[in-house]
């Protein structure tokens, strides 16, 4: 049964992921150039949004939208499946113990939280290292000035072309390029899903959660750990595209690189859209996630009653 719940809670959260996703990637591509472009960044948000427009169109701020959503809904199946069945077996052990309530602790949310984020992290990192690869890739200016007018710029990369083209010019290796940040960035959907638990455990004695009230806690919990954690988000953005701009870096490397190049203030480079993308998009999760899962749970009653 904890499987089977689990199983539920996966699939709403990822199909909560897609729809959030779907909503604010512009966002995310606008943050991820930031980081990745160096002392070339957009100076603005809205220099950004004119600058991809003018030279890519819309679309432009659509790449890579398709391995990102094939990501995201990989990537929250993994982390909801395990967090739920860490949950469930820590709330076997509170009724075991006699404990008052099995809801959750601080600590082992945490837990459940580093646990869920650690698998994550190791079975989807080959996917946002090619999405990362596509929302940055480089245009060829020559290609692009020899070009008669009004001829088309040759058309971006396909989702399995960049992956392709990644193994055989790195080598399967470069899927794991920064990994080691992405591992210490388990901490972000821990204070994420401790506060959220934490608070939602708080309101539960009072009222029900709504779909608004977890929208609005899903919020608050992102909006905390993005911003705490956005130096590491910085660094892992720079490792997957470290191969590609012609050398292979550690996460210690990158990090001096960084210092010595743009200050300190070049961990932060892209924090305004990526902190809102971050915040609505763990919003929008929490609020989709809760709703597909109560349809979910209705459906599943439904059916054996017409069998």
Do not use: C
């Not at 459940?112 to 090619?130: F, H, K, Q, R, Y």
């Amino acid at each position: 049964m904890a499987s089977s719940d689990a199983a539920i809670h996966a699939i709403s959260g990822a199909g909560g992921g897609i729809l959030s996703m779907a909503l604010t990637y512009p966002l995310i591509t606008l943050s991820t150039r930031a980081q990745v472009e160096s002392k070339r960044a957009d100076s603005g948000f809205l220099n950004a949004v004119k600058r991809i427009v003018a030279r890519e169109g819309i679309t432009g701020l659509y790449a890579g939208l398709d391995s990102a959503l094939f990501g995201i809904s990989v990537t929250n199946f993994v982390y909801y499946y395990w967090y739920e069945w860490t949950r469930a077996g820590f709330e076997k052990a509170a009724v075991k113990a006699g404990r008052a309530s099995k809801r959750l602790t601080t600590i082992e949310s945490m837990i459940a939280g580093a646990i869920a984020g650690s698998a994550t992290v190791l079975l989807t990192n080959p996917i946002w290292v090619v999405n990362t690869r596509m929302t940055t890739r480089k245009r060829n200016n020559e290609t692009e000035e020899s070009l008669l007018p009004g001829a088309k710029a040759p058309r971006a990369p396909t989702t399995v072309g960049t992956l392709l083209a990644l193994i055989r010019e790195e080598g399967p290796q470069a899927l794991f390029a920064g990994v080691v940040p992405a591992l210490v960035l388990v901490i972000n959907p821990i204070l994420q899903y401790t506060i959220f638990e934490q608070l939602k455990n708080m309101l539960e004695k009072k009222k029900r959660i709504t779909p608004t009230v977890a929208f609005l806690l899903g919020a608050l919990g992102k909006l905390f750990a993005t911003s705490i954690t956005y130096p590491y988000i910085t660094v892992k953005s720079r490792m997957h595209v470290a191969g590609r701009d012609g050398g292979k870096e550690n996460m210690v490397h990158a990090m001096r690189r960084i210092t010595n190049e743009e200050g300190y203030v070049g961990f932060y480079k892209g924090i305004g859209p990526k902190v809102t993308q971050s915040v609505l998009t763990a919003a929008f999760l929490f609020a989709f996630k809760d709703v597909l899962y109560e349809q979910t749970i209705k459906l599943r009653r439904k059916i054996p009653a017409k069998a």
